[in-house]
């Protein structure tokens, strides 16, 4: 998904690691926190800021805050 307005992307998080050859199996959501319950990868999505050349920061969302930024362009650091 792409929202060509901010400039921000959402890739499959499962298909990012396979294009890596990283292999997880969970990891945890970036809106819902370190505290929440580990999120299988391939139900995880990523966000970046595609202006953003050095990547650093990229945000994992589980299903429920990647259908929410997609509705609304919510972004889980609050820019």
Avoid: F, K
């Avoid at 690691?17 to 292999?23: K, N």
């Avoid at 970046?48 to 990547?55: A, G, N, P």
């Amino acid at each position: 998904m792409t929202d060509t307005i901010a400039h921000l992307s959402l890739d499959n998080y499962a298909d990012v690691l396979a294009l890596a050859d990283i292999v997880r199996a969970t990891a945890h959501c970036s809106a819902c926190g370190p505290d929440s319950h580990p999120v299988r990868t391939d139900a995880l999505w990523v966000l970046h800021d595609r202006t953003d050349t050095s990547l650093r920061s990229p945000e994992l969302l589980c299903a429920h805050h990647a259908a929410e930024w997609q509705r609304s362009g919510w972004h889980p650091a609050g820019s």
